[in-house]
């Protein structure tokens, strides 16, 4: 019998003895899986495969935008956006400003709201929205350092503040109790140290709750020097009440269910070289930046390492699957849009095609996705996926897809 020691992730966790791991098992796709149990703790470890078996395609099924035409469906910035439960969408351009909702087949509703800082009203900044169970509308509106509440029908209900420094996308999360969570700084930042950030929490009238620190992870770096592929620690909050949290140094997670289980997720992954000419354009990047902020601003600069972090990012799907955004060999992208402007910074046009690993919730490594070129995926409902695709213009469409895996 094997012994393994648990690695204490979480403060109650206590070190135990585990039990002798499953033999390895395989279900459709051939997916070969290790389980062991570790005290609280659940560890999945895919072997190899998946259940899909193959990469899975995402078709798309619905385009809403146009290069020229009406305002509604001629967007600038597609800043948020989420889905809702019959198939439409909510969609957030900065440049307009416009909240507007879409129904299933593309067709414009309405827009609730207007540019302003009145009852209802926004600035051209959202860091999220979400959906109540009752259909309600949460808005973050960072312009005006708060959070809206629409009815369906576009009539603001409810406002309270939420002063916050920190701007970053889908930093608002409502889970099933209608329980509202804003991502925040909790601390000031300190030079080449990773952001304390976490979570502050209002119950559904708008109350304050409590302050969530960010989850501890075994192995958290304690040093950030701001370069593109540094290891950082990644987490998200479900519906829920999962906390899903890792460190980019290597493809493993956990679950930290809001029913006390903790599943531990491994993957094994082979290793990204950073390409030469991708490290020179990073690299002419930030001696472009240490000339603009003066000598003296940079202590130690950022570090282009040899090889990439496994994963870039850490996404929770409205019904609790997983999808990890690996790091992937770049590509040399032609396009106007990545060319030199005067006096601007040196372009990167090396670009990561976006590949996902998405995993059930329980651990289950489900398979593989690539995101369509020049598309940024950004709400994620079961084999459904909403998101962005630019056009050959650069105009943004928002874009629904089935993920086909069959």
Avoid at 13 to 31: M, R, V
Avoid at 175 to 200: C, I, S, Y
Avoid at 338 to 344: E, I, L, S, T, V
Avoid at 348 to 377: N, Q, S
């Amino acid at each position: 019998m094997r012994r393994r020691l648990a690695i204490p992730a979480l403060p109650a966790l206590l070190l135990a003895a585990g039990c002798a791991a499953d033999a390895p098992s395989s279900t459709a796709g051939d997916w070969r899986v290790e389980r062991d149990t570790i005290g609280d703790t659940i560890v999945v470890r895919t072997l190899g495969g998946s259940v899909w078996g193959r990469p899975a395609t995402l078709v798309e099924e619905l385009s809403i935008g146009a290069l020229e035409g009406e305002d509604e469906v001629t967007f600038g910035y597609v800043q948020e956006l989420a889905p809702d439960p019959e198939g439409g969408v909510y969609v957030f351009d900065a440049n307009a400003p416009a909240l507007r909702h879409f129904d299933a087949s593309g067709r414009y509703l309405r827009t609730l709201g207007r540019e302003g800082a009145g009852p209802g009203e926004y600035g051209k900044e959202s860091l999220g929205i979400a959906l109540r169970r009752d259909g309600r509308i949460v808005f973050r509106d960072a312009s005006n350092q708060r959070v809206i509440v629409y009815d369906p029908d576009g009539t603001p209900v409810a406002h309270w503040p939420v002063v916050s420094g920190l701007y970053t996308s889908k930093a608002l999360t409502v889970d099933t109790a209608d329980h509202v969570f804003v991502r925040d700084m909790l601390e000031f930042p300190k030079p080449n140290q990773p952001w304390k950030v976490g979570l502050l929490h209002f119950d559904p009238e708008g109350a304050f709750v409590d302050t969530i620190p960010s989850p501890p992870f075994a192995g958290e770096p304690t040093h950030d020097d701001g370069g593109p592929f540094t290891p950082r620690k990644l987490w998200a909050l479900n519906r829920f009440g999962d906390m899903i949290v890792g460190v980019g140094s290597r493809l493993a997670f956990e679950v930290r269910r809001s029913d006390g289980k903790v599943v531990r997720v491994e993957k094994p992954h082979d290793p990204v070289a950073v390409h030469p000419e991708e490290r020179a354009e990073w690299e002419a990047l930030f001696e472009w930046q240490r000339k603009r902020a003066g000598a003296g601003a940079f202590d130690v600069g950022p570090s282009i390492p040899d090889a990439k972090p496994a994963f870039q990012e850490i996404y929770a799907g409205e019904r609790g699957r997983i999808w990890v955004q690996r790091h992937t060999a770049a590509v040399k992208v032609e396009a106007e849009a990545r060319k030199a402007r005067p006096g601007g910074p040196p372009p990167i046009t090396w670009e990561e095609p976006a590949v996902f690993d998405v995993f059930d919730r329980d651990g289950t490594y489900l398979g593989e996705v690539h995101a369509p070129p020049r598309t940024t995926l950004m709400a994620f409902r079961g084999d459904t996926v909403w998101g962005v695709r630019r056009g050959e213009f650069d105009e943004p469409y928002v874009v629904r897809f089935r993920v086909d895996h069959e």
